[in-house]
C-alpha cells in the first residue's frame, strides 16, 4: 500500500535557524510525483514544491531547497533562515493512482521570535 | 488568494439535516477533488471529478453527494451525517487529473455535527 511517514510530529525553532522536514514514502510505482504543501492556521494547503521521480537533481528555491533520494525513497524538505509566517503544519504528498495525493500526518512547524 | 473559493466557511448540523458544501474556482481547471481532514486521520481524497464526470469514489458513505454541474462548480450534498463526520472538508482544483499537476486548494469548510 502506498505510504507516507513524516516521523517528526512536532518541532520548534527560533527565527533564522534552518529546518528540515523529514519524509519516507512507499509507492509501487515506478514514476511519481511528490510534493509539498503547507498548511497555515488559517486552514488552506498552499503548494509549496513538485518533484518528479525520474529527476533526482535537488534544487533551491528562494529559502527552501529539498534533498530527493529515490534509493531511500525519502523526499526532505529545508527551510532556511527559518521566519515567524512559516509557522504551519507541512505535508510531504506522493501521488497515487489518477493524481491522488497520498498525505502523510503532517509535521507541525513553531518559530519563535 | 488560490483561486479557489470554499463557503460556507463553518457549518454546524445536526444528524439528520440536510446541507451542502460549495466550491468554485476562478483558474480554468478540468478536474476538482474533495478532501476530507479529520483530527484522527491524515487528509484523505473522497471524490474526483474530470469535465464533471467522477472518475474516482473513494469508497464514501453514500451520506456524502457529490456533484459537479460545471467545470468550475463542485457540491457535496450532506444529509444524516454521524459526528465522527466533524471534519475540515477541502476543496480542490487542478488543471486536469493526470498524475502530477498541481492542486490549489480552498480554505476550508469546518463542520461539526451535533
Known amino acids: 500500500a502506498q505510504k507516507v511517514t513524516q516521523a517528526q510530529t512536532e518541532i520548534s525553532v527560533v527565527e533564522k535557524e534552518d529546518v528540515t522536514l523529514d519524509c519516507v514514502y512507499e509507492t509501487r510505482d515506478t514514476t511519481y510525483y511528490l510534493f509539498w504543501y503547507k498548511q497555515p492556521p488559517s486552514g488552506e494547503l498552499v503548494f509549496l514544491i513538485r518533484r518528479n521521480s525520474f529527476d533526482e537533481q535537488n534544487e533551491i528555491s528562494g529559502r527552501y531547497s529539498w534533498n530527493f533520494q529515490k534509493s531511500t525513497s525519502s523526499f526532505n524538505f529545508t527551510i532556511t533562515a527559518s521566519q515567524v509566517v512559516d509557522s504551519a503544519v507541512y505535508f510531504c504528498a506522493p501521488t497515487g493512482g489518477y493524481n491522488k495525493l497520498i498525505f502523510g500526518a503532517g509535521t507541525r512547524l513553531a518559530v519563535h521570535p | 488568494e488560490t483561486g479557489v473559493t470554499q463557503t460556507p466557511r463553518h457549518l454546524v448540523m445536526g444528524m439528520t439535516n440536510k446541507k451542502s458544501l460549495k466550491c468554485e474556482q476562478h483558474?480554468?481547471?478540468?478536474?476538482m477533488y474533495w478532501y476530507k481532514q479529520s483530527a484522527k486521520k491524515p487528509l484523505e481524497l473522497m471524490f474526483v471529478?474530470?469535465?464533471?464526470?467522477?472518475?474516482e469514489n473513494n469508497s464514501v458513505p453514500s451520506r456524502f453527494s457529490p456533484e459537479c454541474p460545471n467545470s468550475s462548480h463542485l457540491f457535496l450534498h450532506l444529509h444524516t451525517l454521524q459526528p465522527e463526520d466533524s471534519a475540515l472538508y477541502l476543496c480542490a482544483s487542478s488543471q486536469d487529473f493526470w498524475r502530477g499537476n498541481i492542486q490549489y486548494f480552498g480554505a476550508g469548510t469546518r463542520l461539526s455535527v451535533l
Open positions: 471529478y474530470s469535465l464533471e464526470e467522477r472518475v
Open positions: 483558474l480554468g481547471h478540468n478536474a
